[in-house]
């Protein structure tokens, strides 16, 4: 019986055990699952925020992203306007520059122009004296009966001087005179009129030198002559009309330079009515008029070479040609010793 109660006993303590582990079982299932839910909860309105925060940030890179595709539209149009500025800007600097170039060619055409004009004006004004006015620079002259006989005659197209005799009954044949071109020469001078200079290295540069200048130019002083050639050829020699009373020269300076009745190229005496200057200097030279002749014929051919190669003259190469050859005549008539002697 004592056993039996004992037992009973222990029975009722192992259930009380059970009971209590059953209900402490029971309480840690219920914390856990309160702290399961609340850590549900929790992570939800975790959850939330991230979510809204998301959100937020997403409506900020959208808006970023229209910003930045608002910038770069603008920034296209602008580099569009500023190319299509660029473009304007260098379409009117090439329009600016073509037009500046084209005004510079057309100054210097007229500039050009002018200087042939002045040195045609210089070579009238050289030519024309007290004693021998030039008809051109004074109109007033062509009337018949007029005093004084011109040795030049320019045309209005600013064509070199003919040759005119010494009068009207002297040549007759004058005005039925022929003439045939020279092959040979005719094409010397198209060869040179392609590229017109004064460079003797052109074979009809070098022929005109050859049989015109030099024999024309070439005095009895040499080493004078030899000055006046460069002076002609750099058109840098004056020639000038004196008096006739001038005070004559002392002693020691009238073989160099002559004297109003010695010419100092040829050193023949003879009254000199002209002299001429050397470039720059201040020495002047008493010529003869055989000498002034020789050197004028040789200006003329000159001035005429230098309007060809300056392109003014508007005349077909045989026209041209044959102004050369005229021009070399008169170099050869000169030279022979043939000029036109004005009237006191």
């Known amino acids: 019986m004592a056993g039996a109660g004992q037992a009973e006993v222990l029975l ?8 209590g582990e059953a209900y402490n079982l029971s309480r840690l299932r219920s914390s856990s699952l309160e702290i399961r839910e609340k850590g549900t909860e929790f992570l939800r309105e975790q ?40 473009h304007k800007m260098v379409r009117e600097a090439n329009v600016k520059q073509a037009n500046a170039e084209k ?14 004009e002045v040195s045609a004006l210089k070579t009238l004004v050289l030519t024309s004296t007290p004693s021998s006015p030039n008809r051109q620079l004074h109109p007033q002259l062509q009337v018949a009966g007029s005093k004084g006989v011109s040795t030049r005659n320019k045309t209005a197209t600013l064509t070199l001087p003919q040759l005119q005799p010494e009068s009207t009954s002297a040549s007759p044949q004058n ?8 092959s040979v020469l005719f094409a010397e001078f198209l060869s040179w009129k392609e590229a017109p200079s004064l460079d003797r290295s052109s074979a009809f540069i070098s022929r005109i030198y050859r049989e015109d200048i030099e024999p024309c130019l070439s005095f009895t002083r040499s080493e004078l002559s030899q000055s006046v050639q460069s002076a002609v050829e750099n058109n840098s020699l004056t020639i000038e009309p004196v008096a006739m009373t001038v005070t004559p020269m002392v002693k020691t300076s009238a073989i160099e330079c002559g004297g109003p009745k010695m010419c100092a190229l040829s050193g023949i005496s003879h009254p000199c009515r002209h002299r001429i200057k050397l470039g720059d200097g201040e020495r002047y030279y008493y010529i003869s008029p055989s000498s002034r002749a020789r050197i004028t014929a040789v200006c003329n051919f000159f001035t005429y070479i230098r309007y060809i190669q300056q392109g003014l003259v508007r005349q077909d190469a045989e026209q041209m040609f044959w102004e050369v050859v005229r021009l070399r005549r008169e170099i050869s008539v000169a030279k022979l010793g043939f000029f036109i002697m004005d009237e006191s």
Do not use: P, Y
Not at 12 to 19: D, F, Y
Not at 103 to 116: C, F, N, P
Not at 175 to 182: G, N, P, V
């Open 47 to 86: 959850l939330d925020a991230a979510q809204k925060e998301l959100k937020l940030k997403g409506e900020e890179c959208e808006r970023l992203s229209n910003v930045r595709d608002q910038l770069e539209q603008e920034l296209e149009e602008l580099t569009a306007s500023l190319f299509e500025e660029a």
């Open 12 to 19: 009722q303590e192992e259930v009380e055990v059970h009971r």
């Open 175 to 182: 005005s039925q005179e022929d003439k045939e071109l020279d």
């Open 103 to 116: 005004q510079l060619k057309e100054a210097q055409g007229k500039i050009d122009v002018l200087q042939a």
